[in-house]
C-alpha cells in the first residue's frame, strides 16, 4: 500500500472541475473535466484516462479508483498488455479534488 509520502512522491497531477458546479463525487467531476468521455466509470479520486481510436473517432475512457495502489496496478496491467497502436496508453494517474 502506498504511504502518504510515497504518494506525494508521485507527484500526481491535480484536476478540479472549471466550472461554478460544486460535484459531489469524482465521477461527476470527472464527467466535466472529461466532457468529451465516452464513458466514466468507477468511484474514487484517482483517475487514468485511456484514449483508443474507433470507427467513429477517438474515444476517451476514464477509469477512477479509490486507491492509488489499484490505479497504478491497473495502469502497469494496461500498458503491459495492449496494443500502443490502438489505445494511448495511461501515462500518468491523476488525482481529482471535488470542492468543498
Same mark, same amino acid.
Given at each position: 500500500?502506498? &504511504?502518504?509520502?510515497?504518494?506525494?512522491?508521485?507527484?500526481? %497531477? *491535480?484536476?478540479?472541475?472549471?466550472?461554478?458546479?460544486?460535484? =459531489?463525487?469524482? #465521477?461527476?467531476?470527472?464527467?466535466?473535466?472529461?466532457?468529451? /468521455?465516452?464513458?466514466?466509470?468507477?468511484?474514487? %479520486? +484517482? /483517475?487514468?484516462? $485511456?484514449?483508443? @481510436?474507433?470507427?467513429?473517432? !477517438?474515444?476517451?475512457?476514464?477509469?477512477? @479508483?479509490? @486507491?492509488?495502489?489499484? /490505479?497504478?496496478? #491497473?495502469?502497469?496491467? $494496461?500498458? /503491459?498488455?495492449?496494443? #500502443? &497502436? $490502438? +489505445? *494511448?496508453?495511461?501515462?500518468?494517474? !491523476? =488525482?481529482?479534488?471535488? *470542492?468543498?
Amino acid at each position: 500500500m502506498l &504511504t502518504p509520502a510515497m504518494l506525494a512522491a508521485l507527484a500526481l %497531477p *491535480r484536476h478540479e472541475a472549471h466550472c461554478p458546479a460544486r460535484h =459531489q463525487t469524482y #465521477a461527476a467531476l470527472a464527467g466535466c473535466v472529461w466532457d468529451e /468521455a465516452a464513458e466514466v466509470s468507477g468511484e474514487g %479520486p +484517482f /483517475a487514468l484516462v $485511456i484514449e483508443h @481510436w474507433a470507427e467513429s473517432g !477517438i474515444r476517451t475512457l476514464v477509469m477512477l @479508483w479509490t @486507491w492509488a495502489d489499484d /490505479a497504478l496496478d #491497473a495502469k502497469n496491467l $494496461i500498458n /503491459a498488455t495492449t496494443v #500502443a &497502436t $490502438i +489505445f *494511448r496508453l495511461p501515462d500518468n494517474l !491523476i =488525482q481529482l479534488a471535488v *470542492r468543498d
